[in-house]
């Protein structure tokens, strides 16, 4: 069994740019519907043209193996630390074993990244 994010999209376009520099490529499109991939991870998104970024209550995780070298990409993408889109500073200790930090994408979808 595979589980995919589903997440919110104002501009197939949009989102796609923004997430080609993290890596991500389109696997599939038409207009109600579009795959990213990168590896095995998949994100899939629907159209929400109406969609206020800042009220957007949509998230995903992503579970890595190497949590500081997926901080270094997203960093190099120079996202402020707040407003939207935004990369949270930092990498921040949840558990003995379990780190984390935080993006949000230009439609306001939280996107956690965990790993040791």
Same mark, same amino acid.
């Given at each position: 069994?595979?589980v995919t994010?589903?997440l919110?999209?104002?501009d197939?376009?949009a989102?796609?740019?923004?997430?080609?520099?993290?890596?991500?490529?389109?696997?599939?499109? %038409?207009?109600?519907?579009m795959?990213? /991939?990168? #590896?095995?991870?998949?994100?899939?998104?629907?159209?929400? &043209?109406? *969609?206020? =970024?800042?009220?957007?209550w949509?998230?995903?995780?992503?579970?890595?193996? %190497?949590?500081?070298?997926l901080?270094e /990409?997203? #960093?190099?993408?120079?996202?402020?630390g707040?407003g939207? &889109?935004? *990369?949270? =500073?930092?990498i921040?200790?949840?558990?003995?074993?379990?780190?984390?930090?935080?993006?949000?994408?230009r439609?306001?979808?939280?996107?956690?990244c965990?790993?040791?």
């Amino acid at each position: 069994m595979i589980v995919t994010a589903n997440l919110p999209s104002r501009d197939f376009d949009a989102t796609e740019a923004f997430y080609a520099p993290l890596g991500f490529v389109r696997s599939w499109r %038409d207009t109600n519907w579009m795959i990213l /991939t990168q #590896g095995e991870t998949q994100i899939e998104f629907f159209p929400h &043209p109406d *969609l206020k =970024p800042e009220e957007s209550w949509f998230s995903a995780c992503f579970r890595v193996d %190497d949590l500081d070298a997926l901080h270094e /990409t997203y #960093g190099k993408l120079g996202l402020p630390g707040d407003g939207i &889109p935004r *990369l949270h =500073p930092g990498i921040q200790r949840i558990t003995d074993d379990l780190r984390m930090f935080a993006i949000v994408d230009r439609d306001g979808s939280l996107i956690r990244c965990l790993g040791p």
